[in-house]
Nanobody, 121 residues
Framework: QVQMVEAGGGLVQAGGALRLSCAAS????????MGWYRQAPGKQRELVAT???????NYADSVKGRFTISRDNAKNTVYLQMNSLKPEDTAVYSC???????????????WGQGTQVSVSS
């Protein structure tokens, strides 16, 4: 089994910053990609940012220049530094990891439980 544990959500004023973390643990052979998604009330879940094991990153246009995704591969952990937060960033943020549990095994996607980020105006 694999567990994904998130931390770091909360309430912040517009213009403030938060840092999310997500640690994967359990029967992991190798994590390929890790990422963050968010879902606001009444909206579909959307991609925020992804990071490959090689360090390539991808961001939604709405967060470029404000958010930074990073990984600590030794700790199987992904971070999301969120600066210059806006009320429209309010959502439940969830991390995920695409990983293998054994050599040459299939890829599985695991999700964290989600953490609430609320930005007040």
């Amino acid at each position: 089994q694999v567990q994904m544990v998130e931390a770091g959500g909360g309430l912040v004023q517009a213009g403030g910053a938060l840092r999310l973390s997500c640690a994967a643990s359990g029967s992991i052979f190798r994590i390929i990609d890790m990422g963050w998604y968010r879902q606001a009330p009444g909206k579909q879940r959307e991609l925020v940012a992804t990071a490959t094991s090689g360090g390539n990153t991808n961001y939604a246009d709405s967060v470029k220049g404000r958010f930074t995704i990073s990984r600590d591969n030794a700790k199987n952990t992904v971070y999301l530094q969120m600066n210059s937060l806006k009320p429209e960033d309010t959502a439940v943020y969830s991390c995920n990891a695409d990983l293998r549990v054994r050599l040459n095994g299939p890829l599985f996607r695991y999700w964290g439980q989600g953490t609430q980020v609320s930005v007040s105006s």
